[in-house]
């Protein structure tokens, strides 16, 4: 039998709020953090919502621009080699620590790892690229590669918080942040560390989001508050949204040792691969189901105990349809016993932060004992009305939960998550 694995700290820098609290209030009331945007000063752009945390503005590449609560000090030696997405981290990074009870001084030891999600900053790769090519190629900003590319949260926050255990990135696009935390859970299980910290971070600038509607993957909906609509029959696309969450994992020994109060336990994972497209999910669900499955074995629990799934469910009209089928597939007869919710309808998409974020929710369902309403439902798509899908937050004695991912390529990802008060 391998280490068992408990959640003891969590972080958020949301569009639905910058602290526990307020995380917590949003879904219990189920308000929104998707915001009109205009992008570019282009009123022309089909798309007009966006979710970013409040308090922030950090739409610019020169870090002296940069404007947070005033209640986080950030060196300035740690912000000239960040990103945007860095900024979030820290801060939220902050929370997740003190609530978990550590000091930076007590990860220092080598028993520590650091799993971060993030695809990098297009913000800052498209500056510091342009910089170089006017001059072609005669200068060039010498901590560009350290604030641009996929693992700049790694570089930075690796040193700055002086890991010597695990220091690894993850880029599965969407499933990212849901590869980090099984990653993080196997060096737990294994015995290789006896902590994770694991960071799932974005921006939502034109540089990172309107690619995705070249793609036409995004809600062109033009009532923002309405535009991400997980399982509804008028849904047209996911709806973009930045910050960061960080989750503290422990090993249950060894954090039970500290006194550290617990969310809940981490019991397994799994993931499945679709072998299907680039880009669109197999329409029968068939990765995730599998991964699905596979997170059950690893957890060793059957169908019949699973009480609710937190669904990817980004709003786009294959994707909710896939996760639906594959839900169907794998729980039979049990629907009407499990309740489904798409934190997406408040959240919008984080992209690779998604994973984490929607990791803590469930630990703040778990704690908190409801379950999480699904936001702007109004039509079920006939596709998806086989699912328990509630319009409101409802108190809800949950003790085993699935959190499920998926990303371009076909990547599927399921946590297992369980009550911690349970043997």
Known sequence: MGKRTVVTGLGFITCIGNSRDEVLKSLLELKTGIRPALFLDNPNIPVKAVGKPLGFDMDSSNWRQWKYPS?????????????????????ALEQALE???????????????????????????????????????????????????????????????GIRGTNCGYVSACASGNHAIGYAYDDI???????????????????????????????????????????????DGFVGAAGATVVVLEEAEFARRRGAHIYASLEGWGQMSDGYHRASPEPDGRGLE????????????????????CAHATSTPAGDKAEAAAIRNLFGKRLAEITISAPKGLTGHSLSMAGVLEFAI??????????????????????????????????????????????FGGSNVCNVLKRCDQS
């Open 290 to 309: 599998e991964a699905m499955g596979k997170a059950l074995e690893s957890a060793g629990i059957g169908v019949d105990q699973v009480d609710h799934v």
């Open 99 to 161: 609530d978990a009870q550590l000091s930076k001084d007590e990860l220092k030891s080598g028993e520590t790892g650091l799993y971060c999600a993030s695809v990098g900053s297009p913000l800052m790769l498209h500056d510091n690229l342009s910089a170089l090519l006017k001059t072609r190629g005669e200068r060039g900003n010498p901590l560009g590669i350290l604030s641009s590319i996929a693992g700049t949260l790694n570089f930075n926050l690796g040193s700055w918080l």
């Open 362 to 407: 469930c630990c703040l369902m778990l704690k908190e004992r409801f379950a999480l309403g699904n936001a702007n439902l109004e039509t079920v798509d006939p596709a998806c009305s086989h699912l328990n899908l509630s319009r409101q937050s409802d108190k809800a004695a949950l003790t085993w939960i699935l959190n499920n991912s998926s990303g």
């Open 71 to 91: 209640t986080y000090h950030i060196d300035p030696g740690l912000k000239r080699s960040i990103s945007p997405q860095g900024i979030y981290s820290v801060c």
């Open 189 to 235: 299980f294994m015995g290789r560390q006896k902590r994770a910290i694991v960071i799932g971070a974005e921006e939502a600038t034109a540089e990172s989001l309107l690619p995705f509607s070249a793609m036409r993957a995004l809600s062109t909906n033009p009532v923002a508050e309405k535009a991400s609509r997980p399982f509804d029959l008028n849904r």
